[in-house]
């Protein structure tokens, strides 16, 4: 069974900076072809791609984050991080981290392309 686990949520004033951490655990088989991202739901508003990385690594960014969030990887697959700074009240969300197996070249900002997903961490940003 398969365990993405976030962490590093919290509330921050408008212009703070948060990283969040995702773990993949329980999960044995190659990472070669692994792509994960970052979705984030608020209330009353349908979830959105943030950022992800696909198996050769190539990023992208939902526009609204360029410049401000900066999405990594650890050299074994093991973490996924998100890194945001210059935070503003419209970040405010429950963000969640995706992941497939054979992220093969699946789009990577949609989220039908993911089928584990991690419980979420909360961001609040006030101003």
């Known amino acids: 069974q398969v365990h993405l686990r976030e962490s590093g949520g919290g509330s921050v004033q408008s212009g703070g900076s948060l990283r969040l951490s995702c773990v993949l655990s329980?999960?044995?088989?190659?990472?070669?072809?692994?792509?994960w991202g970052w979705f984030r739901q608020s209330p009353g508003k349908e979830r959105e791609a943030v950022a992800a990385?696909?198996?050769?690594?190539?990023?992208e960014y939902a526009d609204s984050v360029k410049g401000r969030f900066t999405i990594s990887q650890d050299s074994n697959k093991d973490t996924l991080y998100l890194q945001m700074n210059n935070l503003q009240p419209e970040d405010t969300a429950m963000y969640y981290c995706?992941?497939?197996?054979?992220?093969?070249?699946?789009?990577?900002?949609?989220?039908?392309?993911?089928?584990?997903w991690g419980q979420g961490t909360q961001v609040s940003v006030s101003l």
């Open positions: 995706a992941m497939d197996p054979r992220m093969g070249g699946w789009p990577l900002l949609t989220s039908s392309s993911y089928k584990f």
């Open positions: 329980e999960y044995e088989d190659t990472r070669y072809y692994l792509g």
């Open positions: 990385i696909g198996s050769t690594d190539r990023t």
